[in-house]
């Protein structure tokens, strides 16, 4: 089956213009997480939603927001970009009951200038 | 306060030898523990976990071990591979929520 779909892969905006980025999860799969991953951080957990509602949420600013369509596709917005949002931001999904087995994508590596 | 911590950026082992990874926690209430690989322009892939109720769980030459009261869980990887060159993510979640905790990650280099 298709895995996790990101679009686009890569991406180069300039500071404080705002970003969206797109999740596909795996087909059947309902819940779609967000991870920032930067050199000196590791990954970082932005938000988590199940069925349309954002269930979960890390320590990021408002300016990361996010959805989820009835489809299980997301979203992620960053507004007023900043020079140190330059990351590669990740999504995984997941299917429900024990299976803890998140599945991420290839990531959108974005680039603020 | 970084909940997940990875205290080594890098290991080097040769081919055939075992590598140890290791990870330490600090919320007891994680529930659930896993190990990621990573390559460059790849997401995580998914290696192997392990539930708090146990202490041990092998998966071919993966084999994870979890010390609850130290906190402490290592991945061994017997024999080593240089296919095992990548970066190594230990995670863990909460019982009552999905979010995985992830530490910085491990750069395992493994030399033929």
């Known amino acids: 089956k298709a895995g996790v779909t990101q679009t686009p892969r890569y991406l180069i905006k300039t500071r404080g213009q705002q970003v969206t980025l797109s999740c596909s999860p795996i087909s059947g799969h309902r819940s779609v997480s967000w991870y920032q991953q930067t050199p000196g951080q590791g990954l970082q957990f932005l938000f988590e939603y199940f069925s349309e509602t954002q269930r979960n949420k890390g320590n990021f600013p408002g300016r990361f927001s996010g959805r989820q369509f009835s489809n299980s596709r997301s979203e992620m917005n960053v507004s007023t970009l900043e020079l140190g949002d330059s990351a590669l931001y990740l999504c995984a999904s997941r299917g429900q009951g024990r299976d803890y087995g998140y599945t991420f994508g290839s990531g959108t590596r974005l680039t603020v200038v | 306060d970084q909940q997940v911590k990875q205290n080594s950026p890098s290991l080097s082992v040769q081919e055939g030898r075992i590598s140890i990874l290791n990870c330490d926690y600090t919320n007891s209430m994680f529930d659930y523990f896993l190990w990621y690989k990573k390559y460059p322009a790849e997401g995580p892939t998914f290696l192997i976990s392990?539930?708090?109720?146990?202490d041990k769980n092998e998966d071919g030459r993966f084999t994870v071990f979890l010390n609850k009261s130290a906190k402490h869980l290592s991945l061994h990887i017997v024999p080593s591979q240089p296919g095992d060159s990548a970066v190594y993510f230990c995670a863990a979640s909460l019982q009552a929520g999905t979010a995985l905790i992830f530490g910085k990650g491990t750069t395992l280099s493994v030399s033929s």
């Open positions: 392990i539930s708090s109720i146990k």
